[in-house]
């Protein structure tokens, strides 16, 4: 377990797959990760309409997050949440909307 001071600046690495452990084609579909300690104060990345965020880069198919400086608000374990949207004309707006639960990060905590 890493810990890591608030507010300092980091990087984090994730792959996002699907149920079966596919790599889910992070640039054709929308996205967003949270990660939190509290979910008042969530560190955010996206990839909406084909543009990702600024605060993030894709290499390798892994998103590499480049948190900097965050305020955390609470400190101790870090959680992460996940949000992705797939084309779906069975829906009335045309796309399944699907969110993960959360999760704790076990390889660092905010100190």
């Known amino acids: 377990m890493e810990n890591i001071c608030n507010k ?3 990087i984090i690495t994730v ?3 699907d149920k079966d452990g596919i790599v889910i084609p992070y640039s054709e579909i929308d996205w967003e990760i949270w990660y939190y300690t509290n979910i008042n104060f969530p560190y955010k990345v996206t ?3 084909g543009v990702l965020s600024s605060n993030a880069e894709i290499v390798d198919n892994n998103v590499v997050i480049y948190v900097n400086g ?3 608000g609470v400190k101790g374990s870090v959680y992460r949440r996940a949000f992705c949207s797939f084309p779906d004309a069975h829906f009335i707006d045309g796309k399944a909307d699907i969110c993960s639960e959360p999760q704790a990060v076990t390889t660092f905590k905010i100190i």
Do not use: E, T
């Open 47 to 49: 990839h909406k309409n």
């Open 15 to 17: 792959s996002l797959v």
């Open 8 to 10: 300092s600046d980091f």
């Open 70 to 72: 965050h305020d955390w």
